[in-house]
């Protein structure tokens, strides 16, 4: 008997088409023509029913690779926080495949603690969760200083274009909505991994009070180190490096957000607002993040 996870007393219907994809995908993985998965993978059969039959407290911060296998420390670990047993089982499956550990949270509960154990280099978040909803979580995230630089993907059925904004203003570093594709989604978990590491220029500017150094991606203002996310530091850095220049927000998107994740001219003041709330002094009347009515944004040398 397989269980469903845990029960939060509202409908669920992404259950359905994730368990169908699952097994589309892992019956074409194994190149048979079994009618289910559970016919399909002979071999990881035990896996898979290891994962969704214990007890959600006993699951709870654990994959399918732990419990089998343990991860491997050359595996850049994902957390994933997904309420519903069939879309962590299809998420974790895909990711794993991918070359990444992944650790389940069927909520929100603990899932900082474990992370100051053992940070991850991602965390996947479904908003509607146990617990404090995922949003919370993000901020909760953001605003813990061992944590704050980590990525943030939202994966989550909320899709109007108020749920995106509110995800990206609260630190969100891309936001996917269900369903989703599979292949999608590992493609956007690698990018967004990949982009810490493509800052060429590695010398330490400094402009006033503010010092951005790229080698280890740390902002300092006045001296002391601000958090911030990796595209918001790619987007600071990419200003500084052209400062006095005007940009509009199509060549930011361009610039910046390269991988092609879900963004709009919208998203780019999203990103400025939080970063002047960060580095100027007073954010509604900043000196260096300044907006050019009519293009868009340029960074200004202090005076």
């Not at 908003?127 to 061992?146: A, F, N, V, W």
Request: proline share 5%; glycine share 6%; aromatic share 8%.
């Amino acid at each position: 008997m397989r269980s469903s996870g845990p029960k939060t007393g509202r409908s669920r219907p992404g259950a359905d088409w994730a368990e169908e994809i699952y097994q589309e995908f892992t019956k074409s993985q194994h190149g048979c023509n079994a009618i289910s998965a559970d016919y399909c993978l002979r071999e990881t059969v035990f896996q898979d029913a290891a994962f969704v039959s214990l007890a959600p407290d006993s699951r709870m911060g654990m994959s399918t690779h732990e419990l089998i296998a343990g991860i491997g420390p050359a595996k850049q670990l994902v957390f994933v926080v997904e309420d519903d047993a069939d879309i962590a089982r299809l998420i974790c499956f895909h990711v794993e495949s991918a070359g990444f550990a992944t650790r389940w949270f069927p909520s929100s509960f603990s899932v900082v603690e474990e992370a100051l154990l053992n940070p991850p280099a991602l965390f996947l978040l479904d908003i509607m969760i146990p617990g404090s909803d995922g949003l919370e979580l993000c901020r909760h995230i953001r605003q813990t200083k061992l944590l704050g630089g980590i990525h943030i993907i939202f994966l989550t059925a909320k899709s109007t274009e108020v749920d995106r904004i509110r995800g990206l203003e609260l630190g969100g570093d891309d936001y996917i909505t269900k369903p989703f594709s599979p292949r999608e989604l590992v493609a956007r978990v690698r990018a967004v991994l990949r982009s810490t590491a493509e800052t060429v220029e590695t010398e330490v500017l400094r402009f006033g009070e503010i010092e951005i150094d790229a080698s280890s991606m740390i902002v300092r203002v006045a001296g002391r180190a601000v958090a911030t996310t990796t595209r918001e530091f790619r987007l600071l850095d990419y200003l500084a490096r052209h400062a006095t220049r005007v940009f509009t927000r199509d060549q930011l998107l361009d610039a910046v957000w390269t991988e092609g994740s879900f963004v709009t001219p919208r998203s780019v003041d999203v990103y400025v607002r939080r970063l002047r709330e960060k580095i100027e002094p007073d954010p509604d009347n900043p000196i260096y993040l300044k907006t050019v009515r009519g293009i868009g944004y340029r960074f200004d040398l202090p005076r």
